[in-house]
């Protein structure tokens, strides 16, 4: 299995569902290179609800920039 998988929009403009990892998950966009690394948690609040927070992953972002070449 490949450790990358491109993500490609559908006839309705959505990618599939995605199960991310709850921690270290990144995510670069394919136009720019872009790298965000995000955090997931689910909150028991009522109603329960799911929550993420995102970091810009510099080097990441500098090799992906650097294969787009």
Aim: proline share 4%; aromatic share 8%.
């Amino acid at each position: 299995m490949p450790k990358h998988r491109q993500e490609v929009a559908g006839s309705d403009g959505w990618s599939r569902w995605v199960h991310p990892i709850m921690e270290g998950y990144r995510a670069s966009c394919c136009d720019c290179g872009l790298v965000h690394e995000l955090e997931f948690r689910v909150c028991d609040d009522e109603p329960a609800r799911i929550e993420f927070r995102a970091r810009l992953h510099n080097r990441a972002t500098g090799q992906v920039r650097r294969h787009m070449k």
